[in-house]
């Protein structure tokens, strides 16, 4: 049996609905040998996690999902096994907070045009961490005040890129995403690569840029992926040199697919990114 490893997932200090902690009880129960937690730009739950960890005898890897902005799209660099203390990925996941904040204003206004008044209250009543306010937080808002049937519907009829309360983001941009985790001592790993909606050709700029930067790694298995995409990325990965990572994106319970370590085993040909760490 190979390590049930699962180096994806989120806390309630972002988008996820679990506290560090019983993301931790939970990885443990379904029977993963190593965890990261990764929340969306934000490290603050690792403490509770790396300790919950300790007493379970779960091995742990600190992590964060930034939000990146390539080619005009938003992607998400995964930094694993990083120190969350070191200064440049400090300031600059500050920074993309600040900008959270601000973008949530204005779905909020692009909400109250679709004729949805108080959202950002109503949003705010599902975050617990104020500085890491997501879209999900809105989704999760218009579902409970009957504005959609499904957090998917949410996305597809307001929050979705190009939906009615779309806020077009300028995140920071891969080189920059990618030197403060290399700063900060982690490998960078391009997050369920077959999310984004690129072109080839804009596939192949991705992935020559993250290797010029000194990208480590493509998360090839992902809830995220059909089987079909976890073969293309494993091949990718392959032709690229990358490393390859496995991750849930573990957020709440009830989608089994999703769920802490359930994801398939990585392919034994690739190179995982943790060899060098368990
Ligand atoms: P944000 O970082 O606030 O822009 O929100 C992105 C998050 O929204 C992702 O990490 C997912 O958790 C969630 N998300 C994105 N697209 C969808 C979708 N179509 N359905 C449900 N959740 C989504
Ligand atoms: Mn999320
Ligand atoms: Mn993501
Ligand atoms: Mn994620």
Not at 235 to 243: D, I, M, N
């Amino acid at each position: 049996m190979p390590l049930n490893v699962d180096l994806h997932s989120h806390s309630s200090r972002s988008d996820g609905v679990l506290p560090p902690a019983q993301v931790a009880a939970r990885a443990h129960a379904q029977g993963v040998d190593w965890w990261a937690l990764s929340d969306h730009d934000e490290t603050s739950g690792l403490a509770e996690a790396a300790a919950a960890a300790r007493e379970l005898g779960l091995g742990f890897i600190p992590g964060v999902e930034i939000s990146v902005t390539f080619c005009e799209r938003t992607i998400h660099i995964l930094g694993l096994n990083i120190d969350p203390e070191q200064p440049d990925l400090r300031s600059g996941l500050a920074g993309i907070r600040g900008s959270r904040f601000e973008r949530a204003g204005e779905i909020a206004e692009r909400l109250r045009a679709c004729g949805i008044a108080d959202a950002y209250e109503g949003a705010l009543r599902h975050v617990e961490n104020p500085e890491l306010i997501g879209r999900v937080h809105f989704a999760r808002h218009l579902l409970e005040q009957g504005h959609c049937k499904s957090l998917q519907q949410a996305f597809d009829r307001y929050l979705g890129e190009g939906k009615r309360a779309f806020v077009p983001m300028r995140w920071p941009g891969l080189e920059r995403a990618v030197a403060w985790i290399r700063a900060a001592g982690g490998k960078a790993v391009i997050a369920h690569p077959g999310r984004y909606r690129y072109t080839p050709q804009q596939f192949d700029a991705l992935f020559d840029a993250f290797k010029a930067h000194g990208g480590a790694g493509l998360e090839v298995v992902s809830s995220g992926h059909t089987p079909a995409q976890c073969d293309r990325y494993a091949r990718l990965a392959q032709a690229y040199g990358f490393e390859a990572s496995r991750g849930s994106d573990f957020h709440a319970p009830g989608i089994p697919r999703a769920d802490l370590g359930r994801v398939p085993p990585l392919p034994e040909y690739l190179t995982p990114v943790w060899r060098d760490w368990i």
